[in-house]
């Protein structure tokens, strides 16, 4: 069946430091990929988007390319703030009607001042 | 304001009870979800409901009946609660068909 698979966290960091988070999938057919953050004691909120292949989706100073070919979707930031510390997901969307989500485990990060 | 609430924010009760959380979206979407997310963060769709009508309904225990009076409304009852029920449960609710879900705040289920 479909699945995201993502690097296993925490990741601890030092402010302005260069973030990637990796994120591959496994999919049939052509699934919408997104990330989501999830910030202490919230619930979960729509980072970025990509609904095709080689669609970039950014938001917040955050990037991610739908790469088909790799079957990725790796989340970058040049440049990380404290406020940047959370839990990020990556997650697919079956091409359905179902709109079923799928998450990935999750990858916490750390911002250090 | 709030787009999607749950209540209780917080619940702690004891092996073999029953317990219901509620939710609750004034966004006007059709489509509300529910799920669980684990001690590790892991987080899994539990049911999904559209227009009142089950759509999804993920391999759980029939001790969770999820009920949904209206479009607005998705409440999720759980019979002989046991100690693998502790989770955080979230709500969501989303436009059939769109890319984005909204999610509630969180219900920490704690089971003793």
């Known amino acids: 069946g479909n699945s995201v698979t993502q690097m296993e966290g925490p990741v601890t960091l030092s402010e302005e430091a260069f973030l990637t988070i990796n994120c591959t999938y496994t999919a049939t057919g052509y699934p919408s990929l997104f990330w989501y953050v999830q910030y202490p004691g919230e619930g979960l909120q729509l980072l970025l988007k990509a609904t095709k292949a080689d669609d970039k989706g950014s938001n917040k100073g955050f990037e991610a390319t739908y790469r088909k070919e790799t079957t990725s979707f790796h989340l970058e930031k040049g440049s990380v703030q404290v406020s940047d510390s959370a839990v990020y997901f990556c997650a697919l969307r079956e091409d359905s009607s179902a709109s079923k989500i799928i998450f990935g485990s999750g990858t916490r990060l750390s911002i250090r001042p | ?112």
């Open chain 2, 1 to 112: 304001d709030t787009a999607v609430s749950q209540t209780p924010k917080y619940l702690v009760t004891q092996m073999g009870n029953d317990k219901s959380i509620k939710c609750e979206q004034n966004l006007g979407h059709d489509t509300m979800y529910w799920y669980k997310q684990d001690s590790k963060k892991f987080l899994k769709i539990m049911f999904s409901y559209n227009n009142k009508e089950l759509i999804i309904n993920e391999t759980v225990p029939n001790r969770f009946s999820p009920k949904s009076p209206d479009k607005a409304h998705l409440n999720l009852h759980i019979n002989s609660l046991e100690l693998g029920d502790s989770a955080v449960y979230f709500c969501a609710s989303s436009q059939q068909g769109a890319y984005e879900q909204y999610f509630g705040p969180g219900t920490r289920l704690t089971v003793t």
